[in-house]
Nanobody, 123 residues
Framework: QVQLVESGGGLFQAGGSLRLSCASS????????MGWFRQAPGKEREFVSS????????YYTDSVRGLVTISRDNAKNTVYLQMNSLKPEDTAVYYC????????????????WGQGTQVTVSS
């Protein structure tokens, strides 16, 4: 069982940066593609980024490309999401997820989910 726990959320200023972490306390994540999703109030959960098992391939939704970097450290069983040039519209609960396909952009394609971490960006 993969048990994911996100951290690193909080209140941030527009234009600032943050790094979210997602650690597994159960089975190793090395066998899974890992993704980050976010859900703003009143909106559907949306794909942000994903990374393949080795970390050699990454995927981003167009709206965050160039502003966000996903990475992973399989030895630490952790995935990261670095976000730069934060905007108020980045405010959302951020979730990490594990699944078989790193290229998957649909939430339904991921098997395991964390509880989420709130990110609030003030202008």
């Amino acid at each position: 069982q993969v048990q994911l726990v996100e951290s690193g959320g909080g209140l941030f200023q527009a234009g600032g940066s943050l790094r979210l972490s997602c650690a597994s306390s159960g089975r190793t994540i090395s066998g899974y593609g890992m993704g980050w999703f976010r859900q703003a109030p009143g909106k559907e959960r949306e794909f942000v980024s994903s990374i393949n098992r080795s970390g050699s391939r990454t995927y981003y939704t167009d709206s965050v490309r160039g502003l966000v970097t996903i990475s992973r450290d399989n030895a630490k069983n952790t995935v990261y999401l670095q976000m730069n040039s934060l905007k108020p519209e980045d405010t959302a609960v951020y979730y990490c997820a594990a699944g078989p396909y790193a290229s998957a952009t649909s939430a339904s394609q991921y098997q395991y989910w964390g509880q989420g971490t709130q990110v609030t960006v003030s202008s």
